[in-house]
Every structure is written in structure tokens, then in C-alpha cells.
């Protein structure tokens, strides 16, 4: 099983939707992150949260929340998603300042 | 500023041969680390390799080396022997100081498309 899972894969949604984005991990790591990749571009930090009670806005969180339910879950919500938040969603996770390992990634289409 | 700059958006080579992909970066923290990773077409993100600021010798890991020149500040990535698997996105990222606090966060370059040819 993968260390890093997120749900859903792929999403279709429309304008003025709320949807969340999950990941789970296994790895016991206590840090966990949000990015979004846009074509032409590397991935842009979301949201960072160190541990359950700490969370941290990234570069690009205007129009994103998060949650930090357990070490091994955060979810990634838009509340009103617009057409410019279509990207690849990415989730991942380190050990303190250690490698971040990536899940697989979740394409969002807004229309 | 701190950043991270792949100058190459594409790049191709034959089967067998190596590869060299360029990094360059710009940060004033003297304790940073670099990190490559390998996106295929299928998206998930693979992490490949890392150096640190402080390491003196130049990361390897199997095919994969990272010729690290501090005074110049790159860290390009070298792939022997490249295979068509290889064929790919590779991102060059450094972990970098997040102005609030002492937190460090992954800073990702553009991205460098990689065609194996047969």
C-alpha cells in the first residue's frame, strides 16, 4: 500500500462548489503540506501544518483552507472554487526537515 | 531572493548516453539542501535524490549523481546511462528558510522535460 494516499484522484466540480481533498499517510511523519501544480510551473506551497495543532499558510492560500484532523490525515478544502483553481493537487509529508515524499496527486477541473 | 532556476524546459537524449540537467539557485541562508524529483507522465512525484549545504562530497544514488559547485550555486543533476523510463519531468527544489519564522519550506524550479530516445 502507498505511504501517501490522497482522495479523490480526479475531480470535476463547478464554480461556487465546495469540495475537500484528502490525504493520508502511514509513514508516521509529523509534518504534512499542500501544494498545487499549474502547467509550466513547479508546485507552490498551499498550507504546511508541523503537527495537529499547528498550521501555517504557504506562498498561494488565498481561496484554500485546511484541516489537521490527526498526525496522518489533512485535507485541503476550496469553498468557493473558481475557474483559476483548476490544477494538480499535491499532498505530502516529512519527518521534520527531512525529505518531503509526495502522494499521487489530485487533478481538480473547475468550470 | 530565493530561487530556483532550470533553464532547460526540455531536453533530449539518446538511450544509453548521459545527461546532465541544470540547476541553479540564490539564497542567503547558509544551511539549505537541494532535492531533485522525477515527475512521469502519470503525475505522482518521485523523489531522487538530496544534498546538503554543509556535505562535502556530491550525492549519488545509483544512476543518479548531483554535481554540486557551492561558489556557483548549482546543483545539476546527472543520469547515467539513461534508459527510456527515464523519460520524464525533473524538478530541481531547495528547502529554504520561510521569511515568519525559522520553518523551511520546498522552493520547486520550473521543471525540465526529459525525452529518452530509442
Known amino acids: 500500500d502507498a505511504d501517501v494516499t490522497q482522495t479523490p484522484r480526479n475531480r470535476i466540480t463547478k464554480t461556487g462548489k465546495r469540495i475537500m481533498l484528502e490525504c493520508s499517510q502511514t509513514k508516521g511523519h509529523d509534518r504534512m503540506y499542500w501544494y498545487r501544480q499549474d502547467p509550466g510551473l513547479g508546485l507552490r506551497l498551499i498550507y504546511y501544518?508541523?503537527?495537529?495543532?499547528?498550521?501555517n499558510k504557504g506562498e498561494i492560500s488565498d481561496g484554500y483552507s485546511v484541516s489537521r484532523q490527526a498526525q496522518a490525515k489533512f485535507s485541503l478544502s476550496l469553498e468557493s472554487a473558481i475557474p483559476n483553481q483548476t490544477a494538480l493537487y499535491f499532498c505530502?509529508?516529512?519527518?521534520?526537515?527531512?525529505?518531503?515524499?509526495f502522494g499521487p496527486g489530485t487533478r481538480l477541473l473547475v468550470l | 531572493a530565493q530561487k530556483i532556476t532550470q533553464t532547460q524546459p526540455g531536453m533530449f537524449v539518446q538511450e544509453k548516453e548521459a545527461v546532465t540537467l541544470d540547476c541553479t539557485y540564490d539564497?542567503?541562508?547558509?544551511?539549505?539542501?537541494l532535492f531533485w524529483y522525477k515527475q512521469p507522465s502519470s503525475g505522482e512525484m518521485i523523489f531522487l535524490i538530496y544534498q546538503g549545504s554543509y556535505d562535502q562530497q556530491n550525492a549519488t544514488e545509483g544512476r543518479y549523481s548531483l554535481n554540486f559547485q557551492k561558489a556557483r550555486k548549482s546543483a545539476n543533476l546527472v543520469i547515467s546511462a539513461s534508459q527510456l523510463g527515464d523519460s520524464a519531468m525533473y524538478f530541481c527544489?531547495?528547502?529554504?528558510?520561510?521569511?515568519?519564522?525559522?520553518?523551511?519550506?520546498?522552493?520547486f524550479g520550473s521543471g525540465t522535460q526529459l525525452t529518452v530516445l530509442p
Open positions: 501544518s508541523f503537527d495537529v495543532k499547528d498550521i
Open positions: 527544489a531547495m528547502r529554504v528558510v520561510i521569511s515568519s519564522g525559522s520553518a523551511r519550506q520546498l522552493t
Open positions: 539564497t542567503s541562508d547558509p544551511s539549505y539542501g
Open positions: 505530502a509529508t516529512s519527518e521534520g526537515r527531512s525529505t518531503q515524499y
